[in-house]
């Protein structure tokens, strides 16, 4: 059958959208037709050359939700019509970190950025008969994706999916790295420094996690003021104001307890770190664009004042068990999702999506297919 997808060809080029060749699914693998896709950073950094993968022609998009409409052999807990979250890390329930209760490292992990499928061989080809691959093995700019079954999360029907979609990425990332990973405690105070897709829900986590002080920091406007509607209660504006200054001043030259830092560039993780309160942890969320391999931090502090600088990977989450989880939040009012799709695209529009991305115009934009 045929699919029209958005095809990254070179850095620095507008994604080619065109018609593909799709094979039938093989073993263990689903096909999902596609229903919404957000509109994440991570595909940007490809697309701009500063993180490479491992081939192209490559389907972009990987923040996906949809409708399975077709499963190949030995597909035994996903059949026709379920809705489904695409995971962007599989989850394959066997190698040492899956049995250990961190599906976030499962083994699989590093075939992400390579292009084919997990046994070596493509589903697409383009109208010049090249294999084109499907980034973090889903490929989900595209109006139907071949998956893994170990790639797909089975939501309830009762989710809309163009909110279910960001559950996939940027929610679960989020919320995680507060909830997860640092695990912000009652009355503590919180910063995070860029609310876009995944810092606002960094947020969210802090709320939740019931945060007394939670500061939001970025250079658009628009994105604090929507901060304050997810629940930050301190905003600063980085462009105009002096970041850790500003952190000072508000905690009365305490620090946070805990930073969280979701821009992905050094001098920003650095601010995280100089905010920290003494004990205080900063976590780094971000995929740092691979021109940079150093981070201009203090040695000395991180001794003084104790300090603990971590990393999180997909929140440090068990996608399986954590998406259908904020989707509950999410229907009892606790989470909120719709509100963070602030613009949507339809295919023929995703440059443009991605050019509204780098202007800081959405929190996420989203792909809609009919
Ligand atoms: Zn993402
Ligand atoms: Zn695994």
Redesign the pocket.
Known sequence: MKTQAAVFYEPNKPLVIEELEMDEPKTGEVRVKMAAVGL????HNVMVGTRPVGMTPMVMG??GAGVVDAVGPGVTRIKPGDHVTLM?IPTCGRCHNCVSGRTHSCVLSVNIAKGPQLDGTYRLRNKAGQEVGQFCLLGAFSEYAIVNQDSVCVIDQSYPLNAACLVG??VV?GFGAAVNRAGVTPGSSVLAIGVGGVGMNVIQGAKMAGASVIIAADIVEQKLVWAKTFGATHTIDADQENVVDRVMEITGGAGVDFAFEAISRPHTIAQAFDATARMGKIVVIGLTPSNFDSLPISPLNLVLAQKTLMGTLYGTSNALVDIPKILRLYRRGQIKLDELVTNTYTLDQINQGYADMVEGKNIRGVLVFD
Do not use: N, Y
């Open positions: 994440c950073r991570s595909d990987h923040e962007f990425c940027g990332g």
